[in-house]
């Protein structure tokens, strides 16, 4: 039979949930990058449901909580307890009526409005928690005991790290891209190994100060448990600042004030639970007993049974969400979640004097582990074990003469499928002097919200008048995550692309293609504009900026393209659309679809003697639906990431299809088609998978193939292996048409084609690269050859050699290398907060 206390703490946990995610949904919708690049392209199914079904949820949540108030409320445990449980019971029935007449979830914007429904969301489950601290009974507590934490925190930092090593080999050999040896696994183990033991050991030594000041003082175990409650909001406060809202560039005091608020929450709402689980325990406890009281086990046999399952759990858990995940959040809370509940089976039932005996394995380990505070306590001794090993391990990586088992590299490798160790790696750095002014700089200027910036004025031709050239029509298909790699006239092993391989041989294909930003949300408002632009989503009006508008207007061309999420936002309304794609989500944007309603509609106005221009964000290729999509039976694609594949080969079927459409209607020797890509994807590559906001080749190269029609074609000069951009794109099309676009240098694009190409300055200029959703950025050179890429959201450098055309190699940087970088990127950054006359905070 379920305990009362059991039943009482799930319905609080579904409350908590419930209010926690009305709260987050709330705050993250305050973030620009949230609310436009998820929440609003409904990238997700769920949230939508979730908002239109809130009322509904609320109700069913009270009447959750009511099963376990109402006795309560009729003066089981007293009069205090019983107007507590009234009160909430009556307060939460007043709002469930004003949610049900008035839901206000469906008009969440990113306004102030919205932050502070969300902090006020929280008012419940806070509310419930003090009801709860007054109908349960409090426990008889006592004072921990350091001898028995530190024999917890010592089987916890073995058991963790046995968990995530037992799978981190197999999950590391059955990746994509990696290529680790067996000695820079067992490398990876061992510094595991140690990570968590200094850890743990840190924790043991936090915990045994608290106990200690307690008992010096004589508090009481009731502080010693306070403590421990304010610790674990503390921490979890600086967990989601600096971890979760940093992922989706969620910053400033409104973040913190938000992380800060959610953390007293859930710290509060598990003291609530603590009290009515300790409750039905025998015994007196410790203050750390009664803390864990919400995931205490009785039966040594299960507390066994669940360590055994521990792997398992931590192997799913990071299997189940690595390849949704958002630079590898998910994965690290789910270790945090790992680490609690293992620390909770360690320290088991509490000691009663001389009635608990170690066991064998506990009697192995405290001994060893007794000796690691005594190191903690001599710093020297530390720093000395530390560069020796260190030393060692450089020697022994220099001798063996494999550049795989750079230590930097491998430790790196190994951590991408050790999730705990990544955690670990991630907060052990930290940066100072003048790597923390760099990338606070980067900060400043990233993820502008909340502050008025007027739009600049671009213009490539003034004054701009009808064009002196011919109009072809213009098809621009930008495939949203099409990786290079996939096609077959980039990479020879790809077998699937026959029909973008025969257009390719018709057309330009450009070898060192990049895209300007790591994500649709600034990529594509880039292209538009035909060069950067503040990281800002977005600068509101976008029409003076948007060149490729004003050249579409003065040249006559009717639209023929579907309003996306971003469309929506950057585009001015014009009586020359004709929109395709209707009333379909952004996120289920489909190339057949799309190209086969083009044919319905360009066949139905050939007598229209205005040029066409089409365009095309098709959304097939997105990593949340390619992992979504099976593969069709009988289908093989090995070497490459199967649903990826199996969905371009779908793709080049219906693209080819589309293409002998304009041929058979007599359009395609008369149009610019242009197939490109926003960004590409990780599919695995070192662990990572998606694209969110890092820069890494794979992420960053892009395909580009431009048809031209034969006329056009031979007057036209191009230079096919000189660095290209997606900001080249509008530029290139206003050459094409007969006008001469102006040079605004390397932030902005220039013409590929129509004129001799500049050699001396595109093969050698520096150009700046960054994330559309974080301060990450990166600097290119030496044609395409070399990337070096600052990420200011985890504080570290990467650089990558990319002379071997494919996804690069990454190489050892240098501090020369180091300095020119930061220089430059920043040098670029500067230049354009001053154009948009923005002035970053520090």
């Known amino acids: 039979m379920i305990r009362r206390s059991t039943a009482t703490a799930i319905a609080r946990a579904a409350n908590a949930i419930f209010f926690l995610m009305t709260s987050a949904y709330c705050v993250l919708s305050y973030s620009s990058f949230a609310y436009h690049q998820f929440i609003r392209p409904e990238v997700f199914a769920w949230p939508g449901d979730f908002v239109a079904l809130h009322h509904v949820f609320f109700w069913l949540m009270l009447l959750i909580t009511a099963a376990t108030l109402v006795p309560h409320a009729q003066g089981a445990r007293g009069l205090q307890a019983a107007w507590a449980a009234r009160a909430y019971l009556t307060m939460s029935a007043g709002v469930g009526v004003r949610l049900t007449l008035h839901p206000f979830m469906e008009n969440i914007d990113m306004s102030g409005r919205s932050l502070a429904i969300g902090l006020l969301a929280l008012v419940f489950p806070l509310s419930l928690a003090a009801v709860d601290h007054v109908i349960a009974r409090p426990a008889a507590m006592g004072e921990s005991h350091e001898p028995r934490l530190l024999r917890a925190c010592g089987l916890t930092a073995l058991a963790v790290w046995a968990a995530y090593g037992i799978a981190a080999p197999y999950r590391l050999y059955g990746a994509a891209g990696i290529d680790l040896p067996l000695s820079g696994v067992l490398l990876g183990l061992i510094a595991s190994g140690l990570a968590h033991l200094m850890v743990f050991m840190g924790l043991f030594l936090v915990l045994a100060l608290v106990v200690g000041v307690v008992k010096a003082v004589r508090l009481g175990a009731s502080v010693e448990y306070w403590a421990l409650v304010a610790g674990s909001a503390a921490a979890l406060a600086f967990i989601l600042d600096t971890m979760a809202f940093r992922a989706v560039g969620f910053a400033g005091p409104a ?74 959040l998910l994965q690290k809370l789910g270790v945090l979640a790992v680490w609690l509940v293992a620390f909770s089976l360690m320290c088991g039932r509490p000691a009663r004097a001389g009635s608990e005996k170690a066991s064998p394995a506990e009697d192995l380990i405290v001994p060893i582990v007794a000796i690691v505070p005594s190191l903690l306590a001599a710093p020297a001794a530390v720093l000395a074990v530390f560069w020796i090993a260190l030393l060692g391990a450089t020697r022994l990586t220099a001798l063996s003469g494999d550049a795989r088992l750079n230590l930097e590299f491998a430790l790196d490798r190994y951590a991408a499928f050790d999730p705990s160790f990544h955690l670990l790696q991630d907060a052990a750095r930290a940066n100072s002097g003048e790597a923390a002014s760099f990338y606070g700089y980067l900060k400043a200027n990233t993820s502008i919200a909340h502050v008025k910036v007027d739009p600049i004025e671009v213009d490539f031709v003034r004054p701009l008048g009808p064009p002196p050239g011919e109009r072809p029509h213009i098809f621009l298909f930008i495939i949203d995550s099409l990786r290079r790699d996939y096609l077959a006239p980039y990479n020879s092993q790809v077998t699937f692309t026959p029909e973008i391989d025969r257009f390719a041989q018709e057309s330009l294909v450009f070898d060192r293609a990049f895209t300007r930003y790591s994500g649709t949300g600034l990529s594509v408002p880039a292209m538009w504009v035909g060069g950067m632009t503040l990281h800002m989503q977005y600068i509101l009006p976008f029409t003076p900026m948007n060149t490729l508008m004003k050249l579409l207007d003065a040249a006559g061309y009717r639209r023929m393209m579907g309003i996306d999420s971003i469309s929506e936002r950057i585009l001015a309304p014009t009586p020359m659309l004709t929109e395709i794609d209707r009333g379909v989500p952004t996120r289920n944007y489909d190339l057949c679809r799309t190209v086969g309603e083009m044919s319905e509609k360009l066949g139905a106005s050939l007598a229209d003697p205005r040029p066409v221009f089409a365009y095309a964000l098709p959304q097939n290729l997105h990593i949340v639906n390619a992992v979504e999509t099976p593969v069709p039976e009988g289908e093989s694609y090995p070497g490459f990431f199967e649903p990826v594949a199996a969905q371009t080969r779908r793709l080049d079927g219906c693209f080819g299809a589309f293409i002998g459409h304009l041929k058979t209607i007599g359009l395609y020797d008369r149009s610019i088609v242009i197939l490109t890509s926003d960004h590409g994807d990780s599919y695995g590559e070192e662990g990572r998978w998606g694209h969110a906001y890092t820069l890494f080749p794979e992420v960053m190269r892009v395909p580009l193939v431009i048809h031209l029609p034969v006329a056009m074609a031979a007057g036209v000069k191009t230079d096919l292996t000189r660095v290209t951009f997606l900001t080249d794109l509008t530029p290139t099309l206003y050459s094409l048409l007969g006008y001469q676009p102006a040079a605004f240098g390397p932030l902005y694009g220039e013409p590929l084609v129509g004129r001799t190409p500049d050699e001396s300055s595109r093969r050698r200029d520096p150009f700046l690269l960054a994330a559309s959703y974080g301060a990450v950025y990166g600097v290119l050179r030496h044609n395409g050859r070399s990337l070096y890429i600052a990420d200011a959201v985890e504080g570290r450098d990467y650089a990558y050699d990319l002379s071997d055309g494919g996804l690069g190699r990454r190489v050892e940087i240098t501090e020369g290398m180091r300095a020119l970088s930061w220089g430059l990127i920043r040098q670029d950054v500067a230049k354009i907060a001053t154009q948009y006359h923005f002035v970053p905070q520090p």
């Open 255 to 328: 973040a913190w004030s938000a992380a800060w608020a959610l953390a007293v929450t859930i710290a509060m709402v598990w003291s609530g639970v603590a009290r009515h689980r300790a409750a039905d325990r025998a015994g007196r406890l410790d203050a750390i007993d009664a803390f864990l009281s919400p995931l205490h086990v009785e039966s040594p046999r299960r507390r066994n049974a669940l360590l055994v399952l521990l792997p398992v759990a931590a192997f799913w858990l990071a299997a189940a969400v690595e390849k949704l995940d958002w630079d590898f």
